[in-house]
């Protein structure tokens, strides 16, 4: 039976091997190495947390049988695992089926492209291609073919760097203080009555200098505004304005000689004004007045231009009305006294002493200011929390303790306190700054995006955290736009990514990154980007000594691949 068994299972075998010869897989499959591939870059990138794979394969004339069907299936390669990307059907110009045509006698090309997220563990990976060949039923697996390493991560290089915004204080160093009385005068009088030298504001002026004496203010002068009511004829009007002032400055003085200072005992002291009808005096009281005809009658007196005539249907009106006598003019016979004085500030020994022992005897700007003569961030946070306690509703001193976690690198309390700050002052661009400070470091780029986006106008920081996003996102352009002219690594980073590598090294070593390993680094990369032997290997040194961790770190970056076998490099990173 076996016998009788073998001729035909012979004739079986031949046939199928006459078949996949015939069919042309096997040619195909033995000369696969004569397939190019191109990928570009030469090595996979990491750009905005994705690998963008571009692959143009060239297949040669009499290679690609005219029945057969190719599927090509890219993927990346790394330890302990492997993505596969999405395949590409190649056919041959007889075949049955759609896909990209080859054709045999002359050749042909196929173009790919493919993005898949970036994880971890293709920082070290191969990007491969495996095919498999079909005619008809009968298929054929092609070998796995490397065609590039990968992958290049220096996008996530970008530093955390983002500034948060700090409120200003309003501290001044001479703070302008003021005390202001007014004295009346009888009609077509001058001289002052002794009981207006001792009215309650006289008094409240009075208890002025004296305190200031005692703080040791400085003391500017005094404004004397002297006013005659609109009712009398405008010759007499001005003569009585002028001796109101000079009457006031005798009174003044003579007053302010039994203080026992020599506040306003000089005649320089004083700067005399005089108005000799008091119009705009006397519209103001009439429309803050309740009489009932008061718009009506400055309707009227308005039509008047001419003063003397003015005059006399101002005192025909006081006869009508009697308020207007009685209440609206004896306030325009006045004199208005404005003393001016400067009140030094604290020292700055004396201010960072009482925010640190005695918070609460000094004012919000105070220790607003006090805060910035401190170096020690914990000290800092103490007086912005005291401000804070102290005046509550003031959006500036939640704000600032925030600042402050920020720079402790502590989120959860930074948020707590710049929520706190935005209740107090909704849509304040310095809180939404650092909100979006906030968000971007918890991972949500595009709500830190929106804050930042809300947050322009406050400050160049804005745009230099957009630039740190614009990183992340792969928009390189961009990021050097809203970087501008600010020295830093990330302003560097940004030109390298964006194509512009030379332009880095000078952004660099302008910047206070400049002696930190990272910045040697980059210009390793840089020098390894423009093929400039001496620069990668001397700062690629110089990263490693401050900071031996960057030895593994080059051997295992894509940037330096080419330079893999350099005898100068080796020797840096073994």
Same mark, same amino acid.
């Given at each position: 039976m076996k016998k009788q068994h073998l001729p035909t299972l012979a004739i079986a075998l031949f046939t199928s091997i006459s078949f996949i010869a015939c069919n042309g897989l096997q040619k195909m499959v033995k000369n696969s190495n004569l397939v190019t591939y191109e990928v570009t870059p030469k090595a996979l990138e990491m750009? !905005? &947390?994705?690998?963008?794979?571009n692959i143009s394969g060239k297949y040669p004339a009499k290679f690609f049988a005219k029945k057969a069907v190719l599927t090509v299936t890219p993927s990346i390669v790394?330890?302990? +695992?492997?993505?596969? %990307?999405?395949? $590409?059907? %190649?056919? +041959?110009? #007889?075949?049955?089926g759609n896909g990209t045509k080859i054709m045999y006698e002359k050749g042909g090309n196929f173009s790919y492209t493919d993005k898949v997220a970036y994880q971890p563990e293709m920082k070290i990976a191969t990007l491969n291609i495996k095919a498999v060949g079909a005619v008809k039923s009968k298929t054929k697996d092609f070998p796995s073919t490397k065609i590039a390493d990968g992958t290049i991560i220096t996008p996530l290089l970008v530093k955390s760097d983002e500034k948060a915004l700090i409120a200003k204080d309003n501290f001044q160093r001479i703070i302008p203080v003021t005390s202001t009385a007014n004295i009346y005068f009888i009609v077509n009088q001058s001289n002052v009555r002794p009981t207006e030298m001792n009215n309650a504001e006289m008094k409240t002026m009075k208890d002025f200098i004296t305190k200031g004496v005692q703080k040791q203010y400085t003391f500017k002068n005094m404004n004397v505004s002297a006013y005659a009511s609109p009712d009398g004829e405008q010759t007499l009007n001005a003569n009585l304005a002028d001796n109101r002032a000079k009457e006031t400055i005798k009174a003044l003085q003579t007053e302010f000689k039994k203080l026992k200072t020599t506040v306003g005992t000089q005649e320089d002291f004083y700067n005399k004004v005089t108005t000799a009808e008091d119009w705009d005096g006397f519209k103001t009281a009439m429309e803050a007045s309740s009489i009932p005809d008061k718009d009506l009658i400055l309707r009227v007196l308005t039509m008047y231009p001419d003063g003397e005539t003015r005059e006399k249907e101002i005192k025909n %009106?006081?006869?009508?009305?009697?308020?207007?006598a009685d209440q609206i003019l004896p306030k325009l016979r006045r004199a208005v006294l404005t003393l001016n004085a400067e009140e030094k500030s604290k020292t700055d020994e004396q201010l960072t002493q009482l925010a640190a022992q005695m918070p609460d005897s000094l004012s919000v700007e105070e220790l607003l200011y !006090? !805060?910035? %003569?401190?170096? &020690? =961030?914990?000290? #800092?946070l103490n007086i912005y929390k005291a401000a804070e306690r102290l005046y509550s509703q003031d959006w500036r001193c939640a704000n600032n303790v925030g600042y402050i976690y920020i720079m402790q690198n502590k989120i959860t309390d930074a948020q707590a306190a710049f929520e706190r700050a935005n209740k107090l002052k909704a849509n304040n661009t310095i809180v939404l700054n650092n909100l979006g400070i906030v968000a971007r470091w918890k991972g949500d780029t595009k709500a830190a995006t929106d804050y930042y986006k809300a947050a322009m106008g406050a400050g160049s920081e804005v745009s230099?955290? =957009? +630039? $740190?996003i614009d990183i992340m996102n792969g928009n390189y352009a961009n990021a050097v736009a809203n970087f501008g002219k600010t020295n830093s690594f990330n302003a560097a980073l940004a030109r390298v990514l964006s194509g512009n590598p030379e332009t880095a090294l000078n952004i660099i070593d302008a910047s206070s990154d400049k002696d930190a390993a990272l910045a040697y680094y980059l210009k390793a990369i840089v020098g390894a980007k423009t093929g400039k032997n001496d620069l990668m290997i001397n700062n690629l040194k110089t990263a490693v000594t401050k900071d031996a961790s960057f030895k593994m770190k080059a051997k295992e970056d894509c940037e330096f691949l080419k330079f893999r076998e350099n005898a100068d490099f080796k020797a840096v990173i073994e």
């Open positions: 750009h !905005a &947390d994705s690998v963008l794979v790394y330890a302990n +695992g492997e993505k596969t %990307l999405k395949p $590409i059907t %190649l056919v +041959g110009e #007889k075949a049955v %009106l006081s006869k009508t009305y009697t308020v207007v !006090a !805060a910035t %003569l401190i170096n &020690d =961030m914990n000290a #800092k230099y955290n =957009m +630039g $740190i």
